[in-house]
Each structure stands twice: as C-alpha cells, then as structure tokens.
C-alpha cells in the first residue's frame, strides 16, 4: 500500500504547530529551516491540499491541515508504542533511541558523547530533542525520549524509568538596567514584582500538565519558546522573572542585567538524568557515560 504521509512529515508538522514557526520547529529538530520548508511542500504537493495558509504575516493551518495534524498525532502515538514494545522484547541493542535534552543545557557535551557513542559502532540511530521545564519528564514518560538529560524537580507517579540526581540549580531574579525594577529598594517585595510583566518559558509538556513557577497571581506573563528566549527578552527590559544562577552571571558581568535581591526568593530546583528502565545496551553505554557529566559544563 503507497501512501503520501511519513513519520518524518508528521513529526515535522507536530513540531511546527507546537513551537508556532517553521524556524522554531528547525531548531527544536535540529534541521536547517529550509528542509523544515521542504517537507512541508512536498507534503502539500502529494496529498494535493494547502496545509497552511500563507497569506498572513505568518502561515496558519488550513482547516485539512488541522484535521491532518490532529490524526497525524494519533499515529505518531501509535507508533511510538509500537517502537516501545518492539525494544522491550528485543533485550540486545537498539535500533534507535531518543534524548531529551533541557533547554538549561547546552548539546556541546552531548555532541563530545555522542562522538564516543558512534565510534562504538552499536549501530543505533539518536534522535535529540530540546524540552522545556516538566516537558523533560513529559517526554520520557510518554515514550518520545528513552533518556532525559536535567528533568527538573519531582518525576511524575507511575514508574518505569530510573533517576540519578545530576545537583541543583540555583536561580536569581534578573532584570535589565533600565527596567523600573531595577532601581527599587530591596528585597523587592511581591506587590513591587506583581505590576509588571513576567517572561515565562513554555512548558514543552504534551501530555502531562504544565508546570509554571515564579509568576504570581495577575501578573501579566509573556511566554517563550525556551529559556534562550526568556533571557533575551528579560535583557531588552521586556519583562523580568528568574533565570538559572550561571546564566545570569555571565550577562550581569557584561552590563545587560542586574540581580534583584526578593523577599521571597525560588527555591533550588533538583535537576535528574532519568532513563527508561526497560532499554538496552546501547543506552546503558550512554546512561554510564552522562552520570559522568558535571552539571557546571551543561548549564548554558
């Protein structure tokens, strides 16, 4: 039986509807935005259907094309678990496996892994993945990922994946120079924080709930696509909330943002590598060589 649909076209339109861009969904699956272009059309041209609509600033599905991504998800599900009974049965080496990674963590010290991984010639295919927020446990628990790489806080009821606790990241409550926060008194105090806008980071999560921290309640809220995006914003003065300690030194020894002391300051968050626990050779090489990654040279 021939069909016009792939996996690789669906995930790339799940991709694109979750982050909102095509450029978005380029970076998150580590492609250049021309071939995330490329799918798309040649998608178009074999159903024979527009599947966006062009004619805006930005391309919005067409009524197919929603119809199109909401089946599309059903059988991307579907596959996936087919993948996952597959490789429970088969106790040797996987043919493929997928990582998550945070968005708190740079893919430099994936990539010196990944280098290692190759040369020992397993064979298995990687996909990589940027989550945000509880989207790292999201992943693993819905089968997209068989490893997440800095899952924050508490992993989610119901077992099935192993943990082990990579340390903590602290965060300080950064704004720009020249945002009115900056020249109050400290610690600031939560009615000063409630009237201005918070840059929050979207959860990546699909299937379990979102997590959000560090708004209060009626603050206004502009939300990202990751924690890249949340720094930038907070540097232009476009709003203010919490950013992970190192990230914030760095820009606040270059002038573009200043540490807020507040009376009531986050938490240290946890940060774990959690991995499935029915995997196979291939990610035990892979789960022995991250538990020796130092959380110092992931943090972005």
């Not at 009974?85 to 043919?95: C, I, P």
């Not at 082990?164 to 020249?183: I, K, R, W």
């Not at 909330?241 to 190192?246: A, C, D, E, I, V």
Request: hydrophobic content about 40%.
């Amino acid at each position: 039986m021939n069909t016009s649909l792939t996996m690789d076209a669906l995930e790339v339109l799940d991709a694109i509807a979750r982050k909102g861009s095509f450029a978005a969904a380029a970076e998150s699956l580590f492609r250049v935005p021309s071939a995330i272009t490329y799918t798309v059309r040649k998608l178009e041209s074999d159903l024979g259907i527009a599947i966006f609509d062009r004619k805006g600033h930005r391309a919005e599905l067409t009524e197919a094309g929603a119809e199109l991504l909401r089946e599309g998800r059903r059988l991307l599900q579907a596959a996936q678990e087919i993948e996952s009974r597959v490789k429970r049965v088969a106790t040797g080496v996987e043919t493929e496996l997928g990582i998550a990674l945070s968005d708190l963590f740079t893919v430099a010290p994936i990539y010196r892994v990944l280098e290692k991984f190759y040369a020992q010639g397993f064979g298995t295919r990687i996909r990589l993945m940027r989550e945000v927020y509880g989207g790292s446990w999201d992943a693993l628990v819905t089968g997209r990922a068989d490893i997440s790489i800095g899952a924050p806080g508490d992993g989610p009821p119901g077992g099935g994946y192993i943990t082990h606790t990579m340390g903590t990241v602290e965060f300080d409550y950064a704004v720009a120079p020249h945002h009115p926060l900056a020249a109050l008194p400290e610690p600031l105090q939560n009615q000063d924080i409630q009237q201005y806008r918070s840059i929050s980071a979207a959860d990546s999560s699909r299937d379990l709930a979102p997590r959000t921290s560090g708004i209060l309640q009626g603050q206004d809220v502009l939300t990202v696509s990751d924690m890249a995006s949340k720094l930038l914003a907070q540097q232009r003065g476009l709003g203010v909330g919490y950013l992970p300690r190192t990230m914030a030194a760095k820009h606040v020894a270059n002038g573009t943002l200043v540490i807020k002391q507040v009376a009531e300051p986050k938490p240290e968050v946890p940060c774990f590598l959690a991995w499935r626990s029915d995997g196979g050779k291939a990610q035990a090489w892979l789960i022995r060589e991250f538990s020796q990654l130092a959380l110092d040279e992931l943090l972005i």
